[in-house]
């Protein structure tokens, strides 16, 4: 199993943070926020190989942070893959960075999908194990408890008794459920043929949750759900309250 860790966005709303370095980059507590993620990608003995998307801007520092990183921590496999982008106009949005890293390193394997900004708790063997069970594409959700805190937020996902997902609808006005989608996805290789299809008839989609729409009109998609701390880090605000936790 492969795993695709998206960091090639250019995160406009943490400018001017991220005016010259990316937001994977930035301090999380001690650590930088991508250690956190790869500490928790680290548990899945499954995964032999993780491949970080980044962007052409600041690949130099990718390169940096990874040559250190290597020499200081037990990892697995991890190599960069430079989309060649160079600016927010440019860029190809979540849905074509991922179709970029199927297509040119040409994977034919389960995969494992990670947003470079959620930092999260939960032991994703959990994850790994529902996707065994039901040999289906998997998103992983956060149980917030309160569904008035999804409204116009976030992705809303509705499940049954076996946790498939019956319903997905991004930043609704009125929420179904207390389940937010989070940027953490599993699929298996004949899943991942469908990103490029799902990209020519939705003239190019950036948002990872308009896959699993697309997904879920072919097949059965289930929901890994979770109530350990999640944070999907997008402004200044976020940013600073996750510093103090983590730095606890």
């Not at 060649?84 to 494992?112: K, P, Y």
């Not at 498939?164 to 609808?169: A, L, M, N, Q, S």
């Not at 289930?222 to 109530?227: A, H, L």
Request: one cysteine or more.
């Amino acid at each position: 199993m492969k795993c695709i860790l998206l960091a090639a966005g250019y995160s406009t709303r943490l400018y001017p943070l991220t005016l010259k370095k990316p937001k994977q980059l930035l301090k999380v507590g001690n650590e930088f926020m991508i250690n956190h993620i790869l500490e928790r990608i680290n548990e899945v003995k499954e995964i032999d190989e993780i491949i970080v998307v980044v962007n052409n801007k600041f690949y130099g520092q990718f390169e940096r942070w990874l040559k250190d990183y290597k020499s200081t921590k037990p990892i697995k496999p991890i190599r960069l893959l430079n989309d060649g982008t160079n600016s927010n106009e440019e860029r190809l949005g979540a849905i074509g960075d991922i179709e970029f890293a199927i297509e040119n390193e040409n994977i034919d394997e389960d995969v494992l999908i990670i947003g470079g900004d959620n930092l999260f708790t939960t032991n994703l063997n959990n994850m790994i194990n529902l996707f065994k069970k039901t040999k289906s594409p998997v998103v992983a959700a956060y149980d917030m408890k309160e569904q008035e805190k999804l409204a116009k937020k976030l992705g809303v996902i509705l499940i049954d008794k076996n946790s498939k997902i019956i319903d997905f609808e991004e930043k609704p006005e009125k929420p179904k459920s207390s389940l937010a989608s989070t940027c953490i996805y599993l699929y298996t290789k004949d899943d991942i043929k469908e990103f490029k299809n799902c990209i020519k008839e939705n003239n190019k989609p950036d948002n990872t949750g308009d896959f699993v729409r697309y997904l879920m009109g072919k097949k059965d998609v289930y929901c890994y759900s979770f109530d350990e701390p999640w944070y999907d880090i997008g402004n200044k605000d976020q940013l600073d309250e996750v510093n103090q936790i983590y730095g606890k």
